[in-house]
């Protein structure tokens, strides 16, 4: 069944363009997130999917098309798309390397989120927890193991208590029990009432969770729908999985 089918769109994005030089990356791309779902985003190396990120995270403001949070126009610089709560993940973890990795949660929820430390402390101590990395919370954030880097990356945008989460590719590199503790704790995130778009190449971890999966190939959307129709869509078979329908 789908969930949320019904729900309001809490971001609407409409004729999305963009071009680096003469390279056409995303191209007139139009779709929805519904409020509470999770919706993944397949595609081949290449299709556009993090170039997506950037322009609703305001890492890139230089784009065709409108985007909508909320009913209003998304623009300005990423902390303050953060402040109107949109968090992110980047696929190459971004730890502010000088700090622990408590320190680290704390200037997001300050900075990104706008608590004050007080509300910030309790708050990140929980989501550490959550992260499985309160026994990691007082180690310099540059030498944390890969796996660890990727949880701090995680509990960074979760800190900043976005209503819109956008995960870059979180799940490659973890073993079978890391990866169904990672689907757990998104679960969590989403039964807790966050939105969720997840870009992930680990089929099975996105298969557990998304509610929708929207197929992209050369910037644009060539399928999107329920998972179990998606996936034996042909093009989606052809293009995105190497199988010829
Ligand atoms: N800042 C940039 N300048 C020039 N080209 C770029 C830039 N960012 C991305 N590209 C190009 O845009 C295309 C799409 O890149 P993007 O990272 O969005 O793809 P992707 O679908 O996320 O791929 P992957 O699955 O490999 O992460 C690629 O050809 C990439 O080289």
Redesign the pocket.
């Known amino acids: 069944m789908e969930r949320n089918g019904d729900s309001a769109p809490l971001l609407v994005a409409r004729g999305l363009g963009k071009s ?2 003469a ?1 056409r ?1 995303l191209h007139d791309l139009d779709f929805e997130v519904r409020q509470g779902e999770v919706l993944g985003i397949l ?10 990120f950037n322009l609703v995270s305001g890492d890139i403001r230089d784009h065709a098309g409108e985007i909508r949070f909320r009913g209003r126009p998304l623009a300005g610089p990423p902390f303050r798309r953060a402040r109107a709560g949109i968090g992110r993940t980047y ?1 190459i973890p971004r730890p502010y390397a000088g700090m622990t990795t408590f320190e680290n949660l704390l200037v997001a929820a300050t900075f990104g989120g706008g608590m004050t430390e007080a509300q910030a402390y309790d708050h990140c101590a929980r989501i550490l927890e959550d992260c499985e990395l309160s026994p990691r919370a007082n180690t310099e954030a540059g030498s944390l193991t890969l796996l660890d880097r990727k949880r701090l990356e995680l509990a960074r945008a979760l800190a900043s208590k976005p209503d819109l989460l956008l995960l870059d ?1 979180i799940a490659g590199g973890l073993t079978d029990d890391e990866g169904k503790a990672l689907v757990a704790l998104i679960r969590r995130i989403r039964d807790g009432g966050t939105t969720i778009v997840w ?1 992930e ?1 680990v089929l099975h971890a996105l298969f557990a969770v998304a509610d929708r999966l929207m197929v ?1 190939n050369f910037g644009e959307k060539i399928a999107e729908g329920l998972p179990a129709a998606v996936i034996e869509d042909p093009d989606v078979k052809r293009v995105y999985m190497g199988v010829e329908a």
């Open positions: 680096f030089g390279v990356v595609g081949p190396n290449g299709a556009g999917k993090t170039t997506l696929q590719e870009i190449h992209l």
